[in-house]
Nanobody, 116 residues
Framework: QVQLVESGGGLVQPGGSLRLSCAAS????????VGWYRQAPGKQRELVAA???????DYADSVKGRFTISRNNAENTLYLQMNSLKPEDTAVYYC??????????WGKGTLVTVSS
């Protein structure tokens, strides 16, 4: 019943910006830890950024200072603002949610391509 739907991916030039969104339904969004993962071909899925219900955040070293994760609990929406994008940021980006009942949920992903 839990659904996560990503949007906002696309093609952007190096140095450009994108804002990803994840709309959540069917769960207790405001008290759940939510985050963004990404996976490039031939690589493992990796954590990009996460934000807990209390607002604390974690970032991968590769994106610190460039990406910002945020949430709008009134709209049950997660965001990832990506600035100063690099070709190595190219990947499918997935929204993830962990709730207090042991549930772990994933969206289908949105493709981000950074190329000139």
């Amino acid at each position: 019943q839990v659904q996560l739907v990503e949007s906002g991916g696309g093609l952007v030039q190096p140095g450009g910006s994108l804002r990803l969104s994840c709309a959540a339904s069917g769960t207790f969004f405001s008290i759940s830890t939510v985050g963004w993962y990404r996976q490039a071909p031939g690589k493992q899925r990796e954590l990009v950024a996460a934000i807990r219900g209390g607002g604390s955040t974690d970032y991968a070293d590769s994106v610190k200072g460039r990406f910002t994760i945020s949430r709008n609990n009134a709209e049950n929406t997660l965001y990832l603002q990506m600035n100063s994008l690099k070709p190595e940021d190219t990947a499918v980006y997935y929204c993830n949610l962990n709730n207090l009942f042991g549930g772990n949920y994933w969206g289908k992903g949105t493709l981000v391509t950074v190329s000139s």
